[in-house]
């Protein structure tokens, strides 16, 4: 008997496990996220239960026809059962309609509270999608004080961020699950999307659009910090790259300007500007690479830079032959690059 | 219906299931070219004249030819990557500015594929920049197959069908095959090209 | 100076070739340059002697106009590196010399600025000023105030940061460099700095109106004309257009890109800015010529500038203050509505805005503006400004730049196409008192090439189908027309030779970015080819082919 009442609980938790985690709409860290859950819940619950009744009506019916037709006896058609039918008939409908009402009005104040957000966002951040990554640009009042990272947005905890959301190829989609619904990025449209983390916390981002080969290695990380932690870390970012601190990093930088890295990559503080592939001023500060493939660490970053296309075949970074000694200069640089 | 019908209908079946798994075969998707370093077209398959002191002695061309130009894949990596690297801003969509126009019959340094890759990463004396040790060389092969689309010399399957920007002119797929001036007895028969 | 006085009007005071006497204006001499580029220069002419550069290789030739035939003096060759042709981005062409002092002042396309002895043509210094390597060229025609050649750098459309330099006539050393761009030290501005308007007010404008590190490849390129007022001691000049083309890479004003600089010609401190084009969304390139006259306005005799804006504005401007005193449209304009003259603002309009992955259509004007480069003349006889421009409007798809040193860094693909009328240029006779235009004749082709006004009461202007012209200055009715060898994109001038009569020349050769296609032998089955002129000109290479050639007129001599 105890085992049996110990076994509820645990079941219950094997099931709603795959709820909690950094990617999940269940567990959510923010008000638009908790909405979404709430209403989730509440569909399930009273689905649920509809699809519970039905499935009793169903069965009473079915057994009921059975046992009628087992006793061979066809039952003459009768006033009152006749009423009885319509009634409850009539109640199915009106119950149907009631709960299908209700559920369109709560759908309908759950779509108002999502967009509550708007018009009280203290901070703008255009989110560029691009096959396969994100290119994250913080706008400020002065443009100085604005700055580009990739495949990671920091937010401080319970400030409303508007998120301007474009894309420079295909059909992408913005999905932070923990925050908020999906919102589509369509080449030549301006979209927007307003989110809040109310929890501090690290939090998985997916493109939620098939938008090609590694549509599955699209993802991002949603940082929500205390503002003191994020304005030291956005200052941070603001400021250009640290130049090489000894000869081996100096040779990397060297061979970055020399080499293919600065047809696509930018460094701000040295001649490395292009805009095609993700800005690496402070690559080493990020926590994923590759747009979420793998942890940030220089190992992960040496198995990236030697063979990118067996890490994420079809990306558009290419492989480019380094001698190893060159390898190791270059990941001493850009691991420099906090 | 007959046995007969219905075996002849099998069989017509069977066949539409193999013919179908032929067509997932499509192309092979090279994404990440070879890992030892290349170096790049035989030397000895690039020449600048047409004219030979003696008689005619036309170097043999690159295997790599079919790879790439026949490639859908590599031609459309190479449409991109025309565009990432500023090609456009001199040669625009094949239209020219700066630079020479690429769609048309006159080529100034050769119109094969070794010629062109060897435009790329040489440069050329009249401002063409050089790209060594800038571009890896399975990208410039792409570029290269590119360029000769642009002026219809890709097989119409795998020719780009769109463009990517502004619709500034057809896309290589129907862009009318250009007689390029430089004569090569090697130049690849083009499939779907009159 | 190519420009005929520190004032740039372009007007000359002789007068014997006249409404009436023009009749019988005929070619004396003419002389291949042997370069078949565009020839945007104007000649220069002193004492009996006429010097030309040509476009690259920017030979600089010595014609001896006291013998018959003008005979060539000698001719000086400065070699620039060839590699200079693949960072130029309108053709390479040549804008002309400056005399000062028994020496000749010109740049090279590979950034060398170069002072030549003017009596035996001996290199005297030979100076490097910039790299190609980072996109610079050079195509402006310098001038000498004080002792100091001014000359500044093109390649707004390779990322280049754009600068004013005046280097040391006697040496070639470097006075002061003025970027337009970047911190208050490098722009030089300092306490004499006092711009008109408050938005111009403020520390460090050319860093905080751009992204972290942008303005270090902003473009605010100087490749046009520069002013000077001997009373005031002040130098005026424009800055280009900011790099990339796509806005949206470059939020913020994008200081001190597409705006006018007042600057101190002997320590180079700027005294005031005015931008006429913040945040620049179509390549409107602020380097036009500023034209310096004292005109009345609201009944107040007021020193000011003209400037025939490539945003399609002209603007009088008090030149002592920065001031705006008046802004009106010469041409068709939608993609702004107007200049605030109490804020200095110019307003955009929205739906014109141009964004990444969009086509937005019918922009007027296109990418090359109302007018480019090519200059206008001011006769204080009639007191009307002559303007060569154009009728065009675009289609514009911006898409990211990707910036790659010595590639270009544009980022936006352009067609354009004839303005409201079918015509593509115009020439038009405007009235800075009245405000409105006095006259103006409509060109089929775009025109490219300078105008000259004279005593005589006529201007002079070429087309790009080799039509040498000249109208009454008063009515704009055409007196007398010569048709040259190529296309004229060169700026006439007017002379006295050392016989005493008037003379009249200009340089005819196709090109510059107008003529695109016909100097590249561009396709225009691509209509973005040629920076999207082609699109505009697809029938030039049937009506002019490539050329160098001087043209030199003059009356018959009287007997």
Redo the contacts between chains.
């Keep these: 008997m105890r085992a049996r009442r110990g076994g509820v609980p645990v079941c219950i938790a094997l099931l709603t496990a795959g709820c909690e985690g950094i990617q999940s709409a269940l567990d959510p860290a923010g008000r638009q996220a908790q909405h979404l859950a709430e209403i989730w819940w509440v569909m399930l619950a009273v689905l649920m239960a509809v699809y519970v009744i039905v499935l009793i009506c169903l069965a009473v019916a079915a057994l009921r026809r059975r046992r009628e037709n087992l006793s061979g006896m066809i039952v003459p058609p009768e006033r009152q059962a006749d009423r009885r039918i319509g009634l409850l008939l009539g109640a199915g409908v009106v119950i149907t309609a009631v709960t299908m009402l209700s559920l369109t009005a709560y759908s309908y104040h759950t779509d108002r509270r999502l967009s509550d957000l708007s018009g009280r966002t203290e901070m703008t951040i255009e989110v560029t999608a691009l096959q396969w990554w994100w290119k994250v640009r913080y706008l400020d009042d002065v443009p100085s004080r604005s700055f580009t990272t990739a495949n990671e947005i920091r937010v401080p905890v319970g400030v409303p961020v508007r998120i301007l959301l474009k894309s420079q190829d295909v059909i992408h989609s913005f999905w932070v699950p923990n925050l908020h619904g999906k919102q589509d990025l369509i080449p030549g449209r301006d979209n927007e999307i307003d989110i809040v983390a109310d929890r501090e916390g690290t939090y998985r981002g997916q493109c939620a659009e098939f938008c090609g080969i590694q549509h599955a290695h699209m993802a991002f990380e949603v940082i929500a910090e205390p503002r003191e932690a994020f304005d030291a870390w956005r200052d941070a970012q603001i400021a250009p790259a640290s130049p090489p601190a000894d000869d081996q990093q100096k040779q990397g930088q060297d061979l970055f300007q020399q080499s293919a890295c600065v047809m696509c990559h930018s460094i701000r503080g040295t001649d490395a500007a292009a805009s095609v592939a993700p800005d690496l001023t402070h690559l080493a500060s990020r926590g994923t690479l590759a747009a979420g493939t793998l942890p940030y660490n220089r190992g992960n970053l040496a198995a990236w830079i030697v063979d990118p296309q067996s890490i994420k075949p079809g990306n558009h970074m290419p492989l480019v032959s380094l001698s190893p000694s060159d390898l190791q200069a270059l990941l001493a640089y850009l691991d420099s690059l906090k | 219906m007959s046995l007969h019908c219905r075996r002849a209908l099998s069989i017509l079946a069977a066949l539409f299931l193999a013919a179908g798994l032929f067509a997932c075969e499509r192309e092979e998707r090279d994404s990440r070219g070879p890992t030892a370093p290349e170096t790049g077209p035989d030397p000895g398959s690039i020449t600048l004249s047409d004219l030979y002191a003696g008689s005619p002695t036309r170097p043999a061309p690159d295997l790599r030819r079919d790879q790439f130009e026949k490639n859908a894949f590599h031609l459309s990596e190479g449409k991109r990557l025309f565009t990432w690297f500023n090609c456009t801003g001199c040669h625009a969509q094949g239209g020219g500015n700066i630079g020479p126009p690429l769609m048309d019959e006159k080529w100034i340094y050769g119109s094969n594929l070794e010629n062109i890759f060897a435009s790329i990463v040489q440069g050329r004396p009249n401002g063409m920049p050089s790209f060594r040790d800038k571009i890896p060389e399975q990208q410039v092969w792409e570029i290269a197959a590119y360029v000769r689309s642009l002026s219809g010399q890709a097989p119409k399957a795998a020719a780009s069908g769109r463009n990517d920007q502004i619709n500034s002119k057809p896309a290589e797929q129907s862009t009318p095959k250009a007689s390029p001036t430089d004569t090569d007895p090697h130049s690849p028969s083009v499939e779907g090209r009159q | 100076m190519a420009a005929k006085n520190y004032a740039n009007t372009r007007y000359s005071e002789l007068d014997q070739i006249n409404t009436d006497s023009i009749r019988d204006l005929r070619v004396d001499f003419t002389f291949s340059t042997g370069v078949l580029r565009g020839h945007e220069a104007a000649p220069i002419v002193v004492d009996g002697t006429m010097y030309i550069v040509t476009p690259y290789p920017n030979a600089l030739y010595a014609l001896d106009l006291t013998k018959p035939g003008a005979p060539t003096k000698w001719k000086y060759e400065p070699n620039p590196a ?8 309108c053709d390479v062409v040549n804008r002309g010399a400056a005399y000062a002092n028994g020496r000749l002042f010109f740049n090279t396309l590979d950034m060398h600025t170069v002072a030549v002895d003017a009596a035996s043509g001996k290199e005297v210094w030979n100076v490097k000023i910039g790299e190609i390597n980072k996109g610079e060229t050079m195509t402006m025609a310098p001038l000498v105030v004080k002792g100091k050649v001014l000359v500044g750098n093109s390649g707004g ?1 390779f ?1 280049v940061r754009g600068w004013l330099t005046a280097l040391d006539a006697g040496t070639g050393k470097i006075a002061w460099r003025a970027y337009s761009t970047g911190p208050d030290a490098d722009v030089l501005i300092g306490p004499e700095f006092k711009p008109f308007y408050e938005k111009d007010r403020g520390k460090d404008l050319g ?7 942008a303005w ?2 902003g473009g605010g390129t100087v490749w046009g004309w520069v002013s000077y007022d001997p009373d005031l001691n002040l130098i005026y000049y424009g800055t280009g257009n900011p790099g990339p083309w796509n806005p949206e ?5 994008n200081k001190w890109s597409g705006g006018i600089f007042a600057r101190d010609p002997d320590t180079g401190a700027a005294h005031w800015h005015y931008q006429t084009v913040p945040h620049d969304l179509y390549d409107y390139d602020a380097i036009n010529e500023l034209v310096l006259v004292d005109l009345p306005v609201e009944g107040q005799m007021r020193k000011v500038l003209l400037r025939p804006e490539r945003n399609g504005y002209l603007y009088v401007i008090d030149r002592t203050t920065g001031e705006v005193l008046s802004a009106d449209p010469y041409g068709t304009i939608n993609t702004t509505s107007g200049v605030d003259l109490k804020t200095g603002e110019l307003h955009y309009v929205e739906a014109k805005n141009t ?5 937005v259509r019918d922009i007027c004007p296109g990418a090359p503006g109302t007018k480019d480069w090519n200059p206008s003349a001011f006769s204080p006889k009639t007191g009307l400004l002559y303007i060569p421009h154009l009728n065009l409007c675009m ?1 514009w ?1 911006s ?12 980022g936006a ?1 352009v ?1 354009m196409y004839a303005g409201p009328g079918g015509n593509r240029g115009e020439f038009s006779a405007w009235d800075p008192v009245a405000r409105k235009k006095a006259w103006s004749v409509k060109e089929d082709l775009p025109l490219w090439s300078g105008a000259l006004a004279t005593a005589g009461d006529l201007v002079f202007y070429g087309t790009m189908d080799g039509w040498f012209k000249a109208l009454d200055a008063k009515t704009g009715d055409e007196v007398w027309k010569f048709k040259t060898g190529s296309g004229i994109i060169g700026q006439p001038i007017s002379y006295r030779g050392p016989d005493g009569r008037q003379y009249i020349a200009v340089l005819s050769g196709i090109g510059g970015w107008a003529g ?1 296609i016909v100097i ?12 999207g002129f ?1 699109n505009a000109t697809p029938d030039l290479p049937d009506r002019s082919a490539q050329g160098g050639m001087l043209y030199v007129f003059a009356l018959p001599p009287r007997s």
Aim: with cysteine; aromatic share 6%.
């Design positions: 060839s590699a200079a042709q693949g960072v130029a981005c459309e990322g860093v905080q109106t751009w992204p972290p590190d270090r490849i890479q470059r939020p913020g004003d964004k990444a992955g969009k086509v289609d798809q898409s990211e730049a990707n910036y790659i040193a010595g590639t270009p860094y544009v693909e067609r695109a590249g032998g561009l396709d225009p089955r691509d209509t973005t080819g040629g920076g082609v």
